[in-house]
């Protein structure tokens, strides 16, 4: 069963998330806060393995509230839920140990697998923000012209997964695009990044990018 508690300071939007979870069999909402101080306390009780934060709130922002929730409760993994699509935001999340940034007008099966995809012990991005994270994180470098020696030691369908992974895609989207089940795509995911050496989704996005693998195969 995975954990998760709702940090918010509207009541009305607390209420509806909690409604969504509510019917999932492996979700169970286990606290809610209005404010980041509260959300601090929460994650010391309750110990969720995931927080749905928002960033705008009295007291303490969210982005605060998310380095001392990672200080105060190692094993609660913090989702960004928000209505801004800033830049700054964005970074000053993952910089604060955010393992997910969506914005609040996705799609319920985007959050869903979101929490699932963390829970898990991964990382999830508003495809809509993966490219900007992307072009963050190379800026002032470069984009090697061959293939990373880990590349080689991916298969044909790990390729696949991984330049879906670099275009945005759900895990949802890949099994879709790829005709195979969900569980077939994570285990894909999971082979990929213990190949490649990267921690997490975010990391594996920017791999492919750094190595020019967005757009073709290099051993195809």
């Given amino acids: ?8 300071d509207q009541a009305l939007v607390r209420r509806a998330f909690s409604l969504m979870l509510s019917v999932e069999d492996d979700i169970e909402l286990v606290g809610e806060a209005a404010d980041g101080e509260a959300a601090v306390e929460l994650a010391r009780s309750a110990q969720p393995n995931i927080m749905l934060m928002d960033i705008e709130m009295p007291r303490m922002n969210g982005l605060d509230a998310t380095r001392a929730v990672r200080a105060a409760a190692a094993d609660t993994q913090v989702i960004i839920l928000t209505t801004f ?11 604060a140990g955010a393992a997910g940034f969506l914005l609040k007008n996705c799609e319920p099966e985007r959050l869903l697998e979101a929490i699932r995809t963390v829970a898990d012990g991964g990382a999830l991005l508003a495809p809509e923000v993966t490219r900007r994270v992307i072009e963050q994180a190379v800026q002032g470098g470069h984009r090697s012209p061959e293939p990373h020696p880990a590349v080689e030691r991916l298969t044909e369908r790990e390729l696949d997964v991984l330049v879906a992974l670099a275009q945005g895609l759900s895990n949802a989207e890949i099994a879709e695009a790829l005709f195979v089940s969900e569980a077939t795509v994570k285990t894909h995911v999971s082979s990929c990044l213990s190949k490649l050496g990267v921690r997490d989704r975010v990391q ?14 290099p051993k195809g």
């Avoid at 069963?1 to 918010?8: C, E, G, H, K, P």
């Avoid at 699509?85 to 910089?95: K, S």
């Avoid at 594996?204 to 195969?217: D, M, N, P, Q, R």
């Fill in 1 to 8: 069963m995975i954990t998760v508690a709702l940090v918010d």
């Fill in 85 to 95: 699509d800033r830049d700054d935001y964005l970074f000053e999340a993952l910089d």
């Fill in 204 to 217: 594996a996005v920017i791999f492919a990018f750094e190595h020019g693998l967005t757009k073709s195969h």
